[in-house]
């Protein structure tokens, strides 16, 4: 289980995908407990969860326009878990955006370490640069 999980060519990948790669050579009784108990432990494994809290946002344009006046899309993918949420919004000016953002996404979501953008203009507006300082509580 030790070699599988800490393989130096393709290591670390959680307790599923050690599960299955195990299962072809072998099994025994509790062995998914034990890889998910074991890979809870790993202290890179952990580590890593630690440092990869970011998100990628991205807006898609143009869409059908919806009976609620939206043409677009905010999108956002946690980068570790892949968890993505997508936001339809009216226009992608920077307004709409960092409200959305805040509102639909941080508050719900919880604050990413870093965020990681196509450096659209609505992305690095003065309003999204200071909303993202306060977020990170540096004034």
């Given at each position: ?99 959305t953002f805040v509102e639909e996404i941080v508050l719900r979501y919880k604050i990413q370490h870093s965020i990681v953008t196509d450096q ?20």
């Amino acid at each position: 289980m030790k070699q599988y999980h800490k393989s130096s060519i393709d290591g670390h990948q959680g307790a599923k995908r050690t599960l299955e790669r195990l299962r072809s050579y072998c099994q025994w009784p509790n062995m998914r407990e034990d890889i998910e108990r074991y890979t809870k432990t790993c202290d890179s494994c952990q580590q890593n969860k630690l440092t990869q809290r970011k998100c990628s946002v991205d807006i898609v344009v143009p869409m059908p326009e919806t009976e609620g006046g939206n043409r677009y899309m905010l999108t956002c993918q946690d980068a570790l878990s892949k968890f993505t949420v997508a936001k339809p919004i009216p226009s992608q000016d920077e307004e709409t955006v960092t409200k959305t953002f805040v509102e639909e996404i941080v508050l719900r979501y919880k604050i990413q370490h870093s965020i990681v953008t196509d450096q659209g203009s609505n992305f690095m507006s003065e309003m999204m640069k200071f909303t993202c300082k306060l977020l990170r509580g540096k004034n």
